[in-house]
């Protein structure tokens, strides 16, 4: 399966500053999704992120918030912008792993708390 | 229409005893559905998965059971670990044709959770 090395793995920010959060994949994939987990919540899908176009935004999250980049087919980052107190959750980046059929491959996950 | 419904909340199962985990979902274009195990502080690891031309999918002590009628499906723990306690999360996607799933194609939507607890 894929290695999916995200970073940072925590961060305490002040409110009204960015983060931006980075996701490296060992391998080239298409697909690579952004997730967001409050504690002791399931995950919550923000974006897909596919190299060489934009990001698709579910609804709730918009592209001002959360911005994502996608530069080539083993990265990807997530800014969360303009951060408040409820902005503080659990984001992690996945990506569907090459020739495994159908699996995705889940990020360790950056613990974020906005104070 | 993209829920999956996850149950119960939370388990707890003495060593040796199977833990049963049940799911529904209502999108009919789904035809992927993996289980995953989280522990704290790490992201959600995959288990196990099912497509829907199968009823049943084994893996060591782990079984999924898919009901494609009742649009349900179920994971049973066999001889439970204390290793096992961890948070489990039922998911679904489409993946087999674009077409089908529309927007849903590729994305996994996740049931609510449950937290296994394993006693000694």
């Known amino acids: 399966s894929a290695v999916i090395s995200q970073k940072p793995s925590r961060d305490i920010c002040q409110r009204g500053t960015s983060l931006t959060i980075q996701c490296q994949v060992d391998s080239q994939v298409t697909m690579m999704f952004w997730y967001r987990q409050q504690p002791g919540q399931s995950l919550t899908l923000i974006a897909t992120?596919?190299?060489?176009?934009?990001?698709?935004?579910e609804s709730g999250f918009v592209i001002d918030k959360f911005p994502i980049s996608r530069p080539n087919l083993t990265f990807s980052t997530l800014t969360v912008s303009n951060m408040s107190p409820e902005d503080s959750s659990i984001y992690l980046c996945s990506a569907q792993n090459p020739g495994q059929g159908y699996g995705y491959t889940f990020g360790s996950g950056t613990r974020l708390t906005v104070v | 229409q993209q829920q999956v419904k996850q149950s119960p909340q939370s388990l707890i199962v003495q060593k040796g005893g199977i833990s049963i985990i049940n799911c529904a979902y209502e999108?009919?274009?789904?035809?992927?559905f993996p289980w995953y195990q989280q522990f704290p502080g790490k992201g959600p690891a995959l288990l196990i998965a099912?497509?829907?031309?199968?009823s049943e999918k084994k893996e060591g002590r782990f079984t999924i059971s898919f009901n494609k009628s009742a649009k349900q499906f179920s994971l049973h723990i066999m001889d439970s670990q204390p290793g096992d306690s961890a948070t489990y999360f039922c998911?679904?996607?489409?993946?087999?044709?674009?077409?089908?799933?529309?927007?849903?194609?590729?994305?996994?939507?996740f049931g609510q959770g449950t937290i296994l607890t394993v006693h000694p």
């Open positions: 992120a596919n190299q060489g176009s934009e990001a698709t935004y």
């Open positions: 998911a679904a996607s489409c993946v087999g044709s674009p077409n089908a799933g529309g927007t849903s194609y590729g994305k996994l939507t």
């Open positions: 099912i497509r829907p031309d199968v």
């Open positions: 999108n009919t274009a789904f035809d992927y």
